[in-house]
């Protein structure tokens, strides 16, 4: 079975510092791999995705990350933070394994950017 | 304008009562999905559907059922609400032809039983 965990409930970055945000999973077949983010009052969008190729994905909004299968993580990084990166962000993995491609999402991670 | 909607966008309702959460995709996506997120459980899989005809359970379906009425509309129903279903639910689609690779959520509606 597939399973993510992200560690960090909560982040707080000041602004312009580092974003990392944890993501680590289990699978049993080569993993595609997502994360979202959720603004406040919103839903959820696409930040970026890895499937197969390479391993260092960039997405929206200057956020990359980068699949480590020695690691089994797929990280989320942004080099400096805004005030406008505040949200919670949720990695996934896609259970293709069964073909049925359902998402199995980790617990989410709330980021705070201080001023 | 939106590609997934969901009606109601709030809603406050009363224990044993029955309600109907709707959803509509203007994507032409094959598959839909039903979603719900409590606060530090992330969002868990209630239904999903693969076309009209095809439906399947997810990881937390008692005390829900759906319809696919169409393949652009995919209703989530709670026949007798209960107070630990008070949650924000959210709605998903996916395209075949993509893999079925991403899902696209729709905004959500934010339920509170009583």
């Known amino acids: 079975a597939q399973s993510v965990t992200q560690l960090g409930s909560h982040v707080s970055v000041s602004e312009g510092a580092l974003v990392l945000l944890r993501c680590n999973y289990s699978?049993?077949?080569?993993?595609?791999l997502f994360w979202y983010v959720q603004y406040p009052n919103q839903g959820l969008q696409l930040l970026l995705k890895?499937?197969?190729?390479?391993?260092l994905v960039k997405g929206i909004n200057g956020f990359e990350a980068e699949f480590k299968k020695s690691e089994t993580s797929f990280h989320l990084t942004k080099p400096s933070a805004h005030m406008s990166d505040a949200a919670e962000y949720f990695c996934?993995?896609?259970?293709?394994?069964?073909?049925?491609?359902?998402?199995?999402f980790g617990t989410g991670t709330r980021l705070k950017v201080l001023a | 304008d939106a590609d997934v909607t969901q009606t109601p966008r709030n809603r406050i309702t009363k224990t044993g009562k029955r309600i109907m959460l709707e959803c509509s995709q203007t994507?032409?996506?094959?598959?839909m999905y039903w979603y719900r997120q409590d606060p530090g459980l992330g969002l868990r899989l209630i239904y999903y559907?693969?076309?009209?005809?095809?439906?399947n359970k997810g990881e937390i379906s008692d005390g829900y059922s759906v319809s696919r009425q169409a393949q652009a509309k995919f209703s989530l129903s709670l026949e007798s609400a209960i107070p630990n279903q008070t949650a924000l639910y959210f709605c998903?689609?996916?395209?075949?032809?993509?893999?079925?690779?991403?899902?696209?959520f729709g905004p959500g509606t934010r339920l509170l039983v009583l």
């Open positions: 890895y499937t197969t190729g390479a391993t």
């Open positions: 996934a993995v896609s259970d293709q394994g069964s073909g049925t491609y359902k998402y199995i």
């Open positions: 559907s693969f076309d009209v005809k095809d439906i």
């Open positions: 998903a689609t996916s395209d075949l032809a993509d893999g079925a690779i991403t899902q696209y």
């Open positions: 699978s049993s077949v080569p993993p595609y």
């Open positions: 994507k032409g996506h094959d598959r």
